[in-house]
């Protein structure tokens, strides 16, 4: 429970290593079209559309490369080691992650190489290497404290990296630093320190204290538009009103988690989450002949297309 546990909040997480950067006055038409592309790539995975994302972080890194923006082209290569990294193909994440670093390192005070640092740890921590992940967490804090920047998702994979080792009152405070470390715009950093939190409290049978974090994770993810994100918290926060006792309130949030992957096209974790469902009630009792009717419309009726398509 608990590797599956941490593999949702990275499945959950993907947005926060992308990375995407305003365009300077004296930029070219070619940069200008990789950063049109960056931009779009970001808005797939917001979406949960790892295909698409995949295709225009491809294109950016070729319009970076023809402009000689080496920069720009690490930038993109960060950007598609995050699509595999979502899809669970750590190696090859691990490979671009790699890529842009080595790009980066000849810009020292880019915040775009603490960037990739910090993903390049992530990987190795989802890869259970925990010993390459933790000379790999201390690389980016070298960074982080010479450039004297905040960074939340240290102190995350810090928590995450705390938990794999079942150390979970490290993980705690370490999350809860990261927490603290968000801004109150960052909706990005919020919601994934949050989430990672709530759950982590969740499994230490912590379930009000859980469900404060959660709940606020689903506000940031809905404030930035991150359906993944928001799929994710509501099965969370319908875990935790189960944990409580209250069957009512936990089957609306999974129904409606559900519903929110179904909408994304993932027919697997729809399914997993109905079969849950099946198994902790009644049909009558939480009116589950409507929700497999419903579910099926997704995926063999008019909106099996979906939002990748």
Request: proline share 3%; hydrophobic share 45%.
């Amino acid at each position: 429970m608990k590797a599956l546990t941490c593999i949702l909040i990275v499945v959950l997480a993907f947005l926060w290593s992308c990375a995407g950067v305003k365009p300077a006055p004296e930029t070219s038409e070619a940069q200008l079209s990789g950063h049109r592309e960056t931009a779009k790539g970001i808005d797939w995975l917001r979406k949960g559309c790892r295909r698409r994302a995949w295709d225009a972080f491809l294109k950016s890194h070729r319009y970076f490369t023809l402009a000689g923006d080496a920069k720009g082209a690490a930038m993109a290569l960060n950007n598609m080691g995050t699509v595999y990294r979502t899809a669970g193909e750590l190696s090859s994440a691990l490979v671009f992650f790699e890529e842009a670093i080595e790009i980066y390192r000849q810009f020292p005070d880019d915040d775009r190489l603490l960037q990739a640092l910090s993903n390049r740890a992530a990987v190795l921590i989802d890869g259970g290497r925990l010993e390459d992940a933790a000379r790999a967490m201390d690389a980016a804090r070298r960074v982080q404290e010479r450039l004297g920047i905040p960074f939340p998702a240290l102190g995350i994979n810090a928590g995450l990296y705390y938990w794999k080792k079942g150390d979970l009152e490290a993980a705690k405070s370490a999350l809860e630093a990261a927490v603290q470390e968000t801004g109150p715009g960052d909706f990005l950093q919020t919601a994934r320190a949050r989430s990672a939190l709530g759950r982590l409290l969740l499994e230490m049978d912590r379930a009000e204290a859980a469900l404060s974090h959660l709940e606020s994770a689903l506000a940031a993810d809905r404030a930035f538009q991150n359906f993944p994100g928001i799929a994710g918290d509501l099965e969370a926060i319908g875990r935790v009103y189960l944990k409580k006792g209250d069957l009512s309130r936990g089957a609306t949030y999974l129904k409606q988690s559900l519903f929110a992957h179904a909408a994304l096209g993932d027919k697997k974790k729809a399914e997993a989450i109905l079969s849950f469902l099946e198994r902790t009630c009644s049909p009558d009792a939480c009116g589950l002949e409507g929700v497999r009717h419903l579910v099926s419309q997704y995926f063999e009726g008019p909106l099996s297309q979906g939002l990748c398509d």
